[in-house]
């Protein structure tokens, strides 16, 4: 078990890092009194703008509204390509790894500009043009990230989905948005295993009257069903068209894609965003979080199907004309070391994962790490959940050999880039805190009746201003949009977190307010006990929820996932009890305590805490949807041993 301790700045940001803390807070400060010289300056910095802009700004959060660089015109792909081809044409884009060890590549600027005119091309050829939807099915493999660029080259709006995504969620995910071009491969590889993607895309489009066109990359060359007039290869498609595709000039305000939010409850909502703020928004996080410097390696481990793919892998890193790498496989293949030896092989400098991948992987202990040299590192980042102190100390000493920084990122899809979080060479760090708001981002913590609350507080967390990368609107039903995030407090933006304030003005997000429990009058993160519980030697993984309770209102059931080599008992859940009322206090002290070999995830690592409120309260009958999980077979394993039965 590591101390916590707080880690200032000089124990190990790079010297000459963009910021110090003086910097930082001269920025912020402009950010917030003069915003418009402040964005003005930034957008002139980071983009490559056609015609400058008549306004840098206007919103009314009470109807959701909000425009940026008005009338000003760019398109996303010469900002991302071709304004790098002078300087950097022969610079490496993307390092490609995929999923065996033996297979990877280098692009450099001038083929990836190459591979997204001819894929461009292709498109306008079969009838896209500006404004249409194409649905982008891929796995992670280069020709997402040209799909992505190809597409915002002529004006057309992309809706990634996830390649885990079942051909029903992709159905319903196509016609929501209407969209009538398809890009897909024949399958997918990841951890050795294939992923019919094709076969997936035929069962979806039975019901996708609208879908005229499906473009299909050979990853493996297996079969797959054919339609002749609809269907074409993707290799045969972009050698026979040219490399030259002049760029959309698009409206600061164009659509730029839509990413659809994984629906724990409800329908899935089409997050809308926008040009011109999205891409400063991604540019200049990258830049400025990530202390990226010309000539890095940078490494987000996200999958291009979540937004944390789309701003920082893609469009991020490639406006600010970086090294970004791609992968295809999975932490654990073909071993637990896969990520480190990745980051030796092709001297990484910037890592940026998921706390539920850090904490995988440090249960299978520390020998898979420390037999690798990570000479090259020197920031690490998260995002995603709350990582819990344990993870982040094993992260900061065992991973980053406590010379690297950590930047614990807090944002959603619909913020479209970092909102909170440290700037290395600036910030302090407290493991566990996302620490201070990034520029032009003014956050709030208010009570459920919407007052605001001063100084050292803990409440659901709002922004209170427009920024430039926020979402326009959910697609399709902007009424929704209001619904959501700028009804439950007049004027602002909910972000639908928990989150604390420290003495310091440090913001600790707690996690969503709905995972909030209530014990007996004390209000308790799901995330404080659950941060508790994997402080224990003896536990890896573990997820709390809350059930009614008579007399505490709520009581807390856990689910733990015991380390490797440990054998759960009795004795071991009585010393967890104990071990939490120690950390947090005995009002906190789990009711249940249920062993488990994994945990229900979505595909994109969150915990479905839903199914696991309704297996802990014994309502098995309203279970629900299960189908987005990615291994369903959990549930039974979980429902079988629960231990709350009425
Ligand atoms: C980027 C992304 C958004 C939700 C968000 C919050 C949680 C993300 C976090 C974090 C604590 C962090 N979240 N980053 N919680 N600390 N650093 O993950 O987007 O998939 O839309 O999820 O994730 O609860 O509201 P998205």
């Known amino acids: 078990m590591y101390k916590i301790e707080n880690h200032k700045v000089s124990d190990a940001a790079r010297v000459d890092s963009h910021l110090d803390e003086a910097g930082y807070h001269k920025l912020y400060k402009q950010s917030i009194e003069e915003p418009d010289t402040f964005w003005a300056e930034q957008a002139e910095r980071f983009l490559t703008w056609d015609k400058p802009w008549s306004k840098v700004h206007e919103s009314d959060m009470s109807k959701g509204e909000a425009a940026w660089f008005i009338d000003g015109k760019l398109n996303v792909s010469v900002n991302c390509i071709d304004r790098h081809l002078d300087k950097r044409g022969d610079q490496t884009a993307i390092i490609w790894e995929g999923d065996e060890p033996s297979d990877s590549k280098n692009i450099s600027y001038r083929e990836l500009h190459e591979h997204v005119c001819r894929l461009a091309n292709v498109l306008r050829a079969r009838g896209v043009k500006k404004g249409d939807r194409v649905c982008l099915y891929m796995p992670m493999i280069p020709e997402a990230a040209y799909a992505m660029l190809a597409c915002s080259r002529i004006g057309a709006v992309h809706s990634v989905v996830f390649g ?31 992923v019919p993607l094709k076969q997936n895309v035929e069962k979806a489009l039975k019901e996708c009257p609208n879908v005229h066109t499906v473009v299909t990359v050979k990853r493996t060359g297996g079969d797959v069903e054919w339609h002749e007039h609809r269907d074409i290869w993707y290799h045969e498609a972009c050698a026979a068209v040219s490399t030259d595709c002049p760029p959309e000039a698009m409206d600061s305000e164009d659509p730029l894609f839509i990413l659809y939010t994984s629906g724990s409850t409800g329908k899935p909502k089409g997050v809308l965003h926008t040009t011109g703020g999205y891409l400063l928004g991604s540019a200049m996080t990258h830049h400025y979080v990530f202390d990226y410097h010309d000539g890095e390696v940078y490494w987000c481990t996200a999958d291009v199907g979540w937004i944390t793919g789309h701003s920082y892998i893609v469009y991020g890193p490639l406006c600010n004309g970086a090294t970004t790498l791609m992968f295809e496989g999975v932490p654990t293949y073909p071993d637990a070391s896969r990520c480190w030896d990745i ?54 000493h065992v991973v980053g050999e406590m010379r690297c920084p950590i930047v614990d990122t ?54 209170k201003r427009s920024w430039p990368s926020q979402i326009r609107t959910v697609y399709g039903d902007h009424q929704r949009l209001i619904d959501t995030y700028f009804s439950a407090y007049k004027g602002v933006y909910f972000t639908g977190d928990g989150a604390r304030r420290d003495e310091d003005g440090y913001y600790w997000i707690t996690g969503r307010v709905d995972d909030v429990l209530n014990v007996s009058g004390h209000r308790i993160g799901t995330a404080e006990v659950e941060s508790a519980l994997v402080l224990h030697d003896s536990v890896a993984e573990a997820a709390v929820v809350g059930c009614p309770h008579d007399i505490k209102g709520q009581c807390i059931y856990a689910y733990v996932m015991p380390m490797r080599g440990i054998t759960p008992s009795d004795e071991l859940v009585k010393e967890l009890k104990a071990f939490v009322a120690e950390q947090v206090g005995s009002f906190a002290k789990p009711d249940f305590v249920q062993w488990t070999p994994g945990l229900p995830k979505t595909r994109s690592g969150k915990i479905m805490r839903r199914v696991l409120r309704k297996i802990a309260c014994d309502e098995l009958d309203t279970l629900g949807d299960t189908s987005t999980l990615a291994d369903p077979a959990v549930v039974d394993e979980l429902v079988a041993n629960r231990l709350n039965r009425a």
């Open 410 to 463: 807090w944002w959603q899809t619909e913020t479209g880039a970092i909102m909170i979080t440290p700037l290395p060479g600036a910030t302090d760090l407290k493991p566990g805190s996302a620490t201070r708001p990034f520029f032009g981002v003014e956050p709030a913590l208010v009570d459920p009746e919407g007052n605001e609350l001063e100084g050292v507080a803990s409440g659901n967390l709002i922004i």
């Open 164 to 194: 885990g995504f079942s051909p029903d969620a992709l159905r319903d995910r196509i016609n929501d948005s209407d969209c009538q071009a398809v890009i897909t491969a024949d399958e997918g590889v990841r951890g050795g295993k294939r």
């Open 343 to 396: 980051v030796d092989k092709h001297k990484v400098n910037i890592f940026y994962t998921a706390p539920t991948a850090i904490r995988a992987l440090m249960a299978q202990g520390n020998e898979l790490v420390t037999k690798t040299s990570r000479a090259s590192l020197r920031l690490l980042g998260s995002v995603g959940e709350p990582i819990n102190p344990e993870a982040w100390e094993w992260y900061y």
